[in-house]
Structure formats: structure tokens, C-alpha cells
């Protein structure tokens, strides 16, 4: 069972940066796809940006110029640079992973696995 595990989150200013990391127990597919996903209270989770193991990347139109996403095969690590954050940034951040596939998904149907989350708080 490949467990993901957060971490990154935390207090910012608007305008300030923090970056998330998703580290997945090992595995051995050769193919993924990992995403970061968001929900913040009384909101649907939101996909966030997606990247896959041929380096495709998407992003919601919310974070484009702001957020990048990116991977660490060699140390089984999932990234999100966050940048110019904005109190509307605010939420739980998941990572996700599927195994086995390619495709950059911002779909939560398209994962089976999930990490518990980390906290982002944006002030004004």
C-alpha cells in the first residue's frame, strides 16, 4: 500500500510563498500521476495542478503564473512552489497519486491514493 505524506503548509502574508512536499512510500511503477488538490471549509475539493511521469503538467486557472508543480523521481517527491499566495488560497492541500498510468488529471476520481493533507492559511 503506498502511503503519501505531506508537508510545507503553514501561515502566510498575502503575497508570500511556501512550497508543499508530497513524499510517496516506494514503489515500483514506472508511470504515475500525482496531483495537489485543496478544500477549504464548506467548499468542494479542487484540483489544484497535476503532473505525470512524462513530465505533463496542468494547473487551474486560479493558480496559473502563481503555483508550479513539480517531481523528484529519484526521491519519490511531489512539489507545489506556491507564489503571490492569496487569502482565497487558503485550504487543506492533499496530494494524490495513481499508479501504473499516465495522464495529468485535476480529477479526483482519476486517484487512488491520497495523503492526509496540510494546512495553508493566507492572511490579508
Known amino acids: 500500500q503506498v502511503q503519501l505524506v505531506e508537508s510545507g503548509g503553514g501561515s502566510v502574508q498575502a503575497g508570500g510563498s511556501l512550497r508543499l512536499s508530497c513524499t510517496a512510500s516506494?514503489?515500483?511503477?514506472?508511470?504515475?500521476?500525482m496531483g495537489w488538490f485543496r478544500q477549504a471549509p464548506g467548499k468542494v475539493r479542487e484540483g489544484v495542478a497535476s503532473?505525470?511521469?512524462?513530465?505533463?503538467?496542468l494547473y487551474t486557472k486560479s493558480v496559473k503564473g502563481r503555483f508550479t508543480i513539480s517531481g523528484d523521481s529519484v526521491n519519490n517527491t511531489l512539489y507545489l512552489q506556491m507564489d503571490s499566495l492569496k487569502p482565497d488560497d487558503t485550504a487543506m492541500y492533499f496530494c494524490?497519486?495513481?499508479?501504473?498510468?499516465?495522464?495529468?488529471?485535476?480529477?479526483?476520481?482519476?486517484?487512488?491514493?491520497w495523503g492526509h493533507g496540510t494546512q495553508v492559511t493566507v492572511s490579508s
Open positions: 494524490a497519486a495513481t499508479f501504473g498510468t499516465l495522464g495529468s488529471s485535476l480529477s479526483a476520481g482519476s486517484y487512488n491514493y
Open positions: 503532473y505525470d511521469s512524462v513530465g505533463r503538467k
Open positions: 516506494e514503489y515500483t511503477y514506472s508511470t504515475y500521476s
